[in-house]
């Protein structure tokens, strides 16, 4: 009988498949972009908890692939002889291994016990780690590892970084012993069950579906779709339909949007399904124009880029918080004239104060319209602005008020087939204004591409050249999202003759 790692005994709880084919043909597996960062994310935070249970930093870290798998598990079975912290103890029996990230030791009456942490990223305990503790305390028990408690740690979202290096408070330790003890039959089951997968020399029949994205997306997904018949017209371009709903239909035959009866759908989706089908641009244009004629010139077109950490690097912030580094702002003046002013910060210091400070300088104190596509992003950016910097929260929050929302009006009053039933601004403007695409831009083209190139330009080993060239990406980019505004608002509102 193998050995089955935490992580094959995990992927066998998403989907059998996926574990056979992890073991038999792990050359097709081919993860996003988003799971790398996933990855890279988990090793940060890693990092964080051996100083934060280890602050004397008198424990030992393991190096699997330095050390080998038989040498790591030798390693870990004689340190855990002692009373040492432990990261990345190797253990393996019973059919399973796993590396736990924290083992603290316990001393009690000359008796030496453990506690089991295992370190997570997210903000709160999914029911898939719930899982995946309980595999780690199975082969700790296999191997006569006695545990005082068995924890699960995750960030707790609502602390804020006091600065200097002060990280208490930022992870959350939940206790779950008994849970995790008392699964052990449970998990012997699993092994047993990816036992016989693997051994089965044909690959498993697997539908695609839903188990496909949960608890993650699948990097045999490509593969394992490869097959599947590609609809003219997918159901997933219909706005906000119910997964469960494009469950039901695909297991009925239906996956095509030609074939789904309108009485499924609600207003929008009967619109989106109507003009797709046709090939026929829907334009409420009075209704465009009654919308946006009570705010004339001039008018403020504004968009901001925003990063998040984890573990927080600025004082004051929170992790994962939504940090404004960059804005981007077009004015269209009262003759007709467009300006556009702009800023970014790449000094590696925490750009939150001088962006409010030239945000409101900007802005100025008027009751001229702010226009931004999806109001809620910018609005809680600077709502969190005014709660960080009460001195200046009377200008930022006079901005909000002013802030109007372009998102409704493009929802209500325009769509072409081309949108594919969004409307982001990305899916919008090559619609309304075909001469302008993101994708002719160098670089950074989205938003999650912002993100990556400001933390390159952040990174000590970039040179100087290469952060000018991020620099200019950026501001290429914020650039175009306000002026995509100012010609939507153009079109919207009637004014074809101004020269924009």
């Known amino acids: ?38 990855f890279q994310v988990g090793h940060r935070v890693g990092e964080m908890a051996r100083d934060l249970f280890d602050p004397e930093h008198k424990g030992i870290l393991i190096d699997v692939e330095k050390e080998g798998f038989s040498a790591a598990f030798a390693l870990s079975a004689a340190l855990l002889q002692h009373n040492q912290p432990v990261f990345e103890a190797g253990l393996c029996g019973g059919g399973a291994l796993a590396f736990a990230d924290v083992m603290l030791p316990s ?22 780690h719930r899982d995946d503790i309980a595999v780690q305390a199975y082969v700790a028990t296999v191997n006569g ?51 016989a997968v693997v051994e089965n020399p044909q690959e498993p029949s697997v539908a695609i579906g839903a188990h496909c994205d949960a608890p993650f997306e699948c990097g045999f997904y490509p593969y394992c779709s490869r097959d599947e018949p590609k609809p003219e017209f997918p159901i997933y371009w ?52 009654a919308d946006l004629a009570g705010y004339p010139l001039p008018a403020y077109f504004l968009d901001f880029e925003t990063i998040q950490f984890p573990v927080p690097i600025w004082a004051g912030t929170r992790p994962y918080q939504q940090i404004p580094f960059q ?24 750009p939150s104060l001088p962006f409010a400070d030239e945000l409101i300088r900007l802005c100025g104190e008027n009751d001229h319209p702010v226009f931004v596509y999806n109001a809620a992003f910018e609005r809680s950016r600077i709502s969190e602005l005014a709660q ?8 930022l929050l006079a901005i909000n008020e002013r802030i109007v929302d372009l998102l409704p009006v493009a929802r209500q009053r325009y769509y072409h ?24 831009l160098e670089g950074v083209r989205d938003g999650g591409m912002a993100m990556e190139a400001f933390l390159e330009a ?9 952060k000018e060239c991020i620099r200019k990406q950026l501001l290429a980019y914020c650039q175009l999202d306000t002026y995509a505004m100012v010609r939507l608002w153009q079109v919207f509102s009637g004014h074809p003759e101004l020269a924009l």
């Open 417 to 440: 087939p081309s949108q594919h039933g969004s409307w982001s601004i990305k899916a919008v403007l090559p619609a309304v204004v075909p001469e302008l695409k993101y994708q002719d």
């Open 327 to 350: 804005f981007s702002l077009h004015v269209v003046t009262a003759e007709g004239l467009l300006e556009h002013s702009e800023f970014l910060d790449l000094s590696g210091g925490d």
């Open 238 to 289: 219909l706005p906000r339909f119910p997964s469960a709903k494009i469950r039901e239909l695909a297991e009925s035959g239906i996956d095509d949007l030609r074939d789904v009866p309108d009485e499924m759908l609600n207003a929008r989706q009967r619109l989106v399904k109507t003009h797709t089908l046709e090939n026929r641009t829907y334009f409420d244009a009075s209704g465009a124009a």
């Open 458 to 466: 952040l990174h000590p080993q970039t040179s100087t050249d290469a």
């Open 107 to 128: 001393v009690d009456s000359g008796k030496l016990s453990w506690r089991m942490i295992e370190v997570k990223s997210s903000t709160s305990v999914k029911e898939y």
């Open 145 to 195: 590892i006695p545990l005082e408690s068995v924890s699960l740690a995750h960030i707790d979202s609502s602390w804020t970084y006091p600065g200097g290096g002060d990280y208490c408070g930022l992870l959350k330790v939940n206790v779950l012993t008994e849970e995790a003890l008392s699964r052990h039959e449970e998990v012997q089951a699993w092994i047993k069950r990816a036992n």
């Open 388 to 395: 960080r910097f009460p001195e200046k929260s009377s200008h």
């Open 1 to 38: 009988m193998r050995n089955f790692s935490k992580s094959k005994l995990m992927a066998l709880r998403q989907c059998e498949k996926r574990l056979w084919l992890e073991v038999h043909h792990p050359e097709l597996r081919d993860d996003s972009e988003q799971a790398e960062c996933r």
